[in-house]
């Protein structure tokens, strides 16, 4: 019921700013005042104000999805121009990716991102790696298609038509400023910010080329223990207020894991967690939920069962149809808490049944290592 109250609060609010905004524009770009506008919304009656509101939200949510499509179209083309290579497009939770030189189609989101463009940096050295087009790319796509479109308000369009290319102009032009003008929205920095940021901290660059290419290999199928070392060099002091640079530890820690490396993965996990304040929401997740796990098969039961409580045991629940590692998870604690080894078999039938629907197959691969690990120690 909260949450539906929120939504719906959300949905007025959307509404009284979209009025305004709509009215703001329209005043600004036609020949027609305040107080004609003000005569318009009296004279309007209730059916064709319903319909028009209608037609406004069809007009977003159809525009949404394409806007977010040229977007990430934008960074896979400049992306591609400067030397990178493609890894995987998704758009919402559809997943392109190429295997074996053939596109597949999985499925994968994550809370907050609309779509995603992930390529892999061109092979040379760190300081010669170009991050500034990549980055561009979204938000140039969007800027060259608002010309295109505005010139349509200027024709003789029927009124709902005149709303749906509004709607559509108003949308890229949100989009616009919102991956454009250089700022962080959940503690990670935008396409504008990350444009700027990245010129001028190699630690920052180094951190995005190594997920880059980390991420390549565990979609092609490639275990973390398995990667190149120079990926999860740990040597340096980082900021954890910094997401790219918090990458690093967990990406090493992650490999330990993979590695079998309890202790280890353990206390660096642990580690990362003491910093919670500091990291994105996301990040503080992934370590509760990676730490908790180590907590148990290093027999550290009271701290994994305080860290597993009721919103990290929902996070878990909703991420285990993409991610193989919350299977992997659920499977400690039904073996290690609840002492169900039927329960924790069936969670193993359950990825090896499912494995070729994941997106991060080399995860899948480490994944299924570790339970047949568990079960075998149990």
């Known amino acids: 019921m909260k949450t539906a109250l929120k939504l719906l609060l959300s949905l007025f609010a959307g509404m009284a700013i979209g009025v305004l905004a709509s009215t703001i524009l329209v005043v600004l770009f036609t020949d027609i005042s305040f107080v004609e506008m003000f005569a318009k919304f009296r004279s309007t009656d209730i059916a064709e104000a319903a319909l028009s509101f209608l037609v406004g939200v069809a007009a977003f949510a159809v525009s949404l999805p394409v ?116 700022m962080k929205l959940g503690g990670i920095g935008n396409d504008g910010y990350n444009m700027l940021y990245l010129r001028n901290n190699p630690l920052s660059k180094r951190a995005l080329v190594s997920s880059l290419r980390s991420n390549a290999f565990i979609q092609n199928g490639v275990r973390p223990k398995d990667m190149p070392d120079e990926l999860f060099d740990r040597s340096t002091d980082i900021d954890y207020k910094n997401p790219l640079e918090v990458s690093i530890p967990l990406m090493h820690a992650s490999r330990l894991v993979d590695m079998m490396e309890w202790e280890r ?18 990040y503080v997740n992934e370590t509760a939920c990676e730490l908790a796990f180590c907590a148990m098969v290093t027999g550290r039961y009271e701290r994994a069962t305080a860290l597993l409580d009721a919103q990290l045991r929902k996070y878990i629940k909703q ?13 400690g604690v039904a073996l290690y808490i609840d002492h169900d080894r039927d329960k924790a078999i069936g969670l193993y039938d359950t990825l ?7 997106l991060f197959q080399g995860e899948v691969k480490s994944d299924l290592a570790i339970m047949q690990w568990m079960l075998r120690d149990r």
């Open 67 to 182: 806007l977010i499509l040229v977007h990430e179209a934008g960074h896979l083309v400049c992306g591609l121009l400067s030397g990178y290579k493609f890894v995987s497009f998704r758009i919402f939770n559809m997943t392109f990716i190429r295997i074996d030189g053939k596109l597949h189609v999985k499925r994968f989101s994550i809370a907050g991102t609309g779509g995603q463009c992930l390529l892999t940096p061109p092979d040379v050295p760190l300081e010669q790696v170009p991050t500034m087009w990549y980055n561009a790319g979204g938000v140039l796509a969007n800027l060259l298609l608002l010309p295109a479109a505005l010139p349509l308000l200027w024709l003789n369009l029927n009124a709902f038509m005149f709303e749906a290319v509004f709607v559509f102009c108003l949308t890229d032009i949100f989009l616009i400023l919102l991956n454009g003008v250089p």
């Open 265 to 282: 993965a353990y206390d660096e996990f642990a580690e990362i967690y003491s910093h919670k304040a500091d990291i994105i929401p996301l």
């Open 319 to 331: 991420y285990s149809n993409v991610m193989s590692s919350k299977l992997r998870l659920m499977c």
């Open 352 to 358: 090896k049944a499912l494995q070729d629907k994941y």
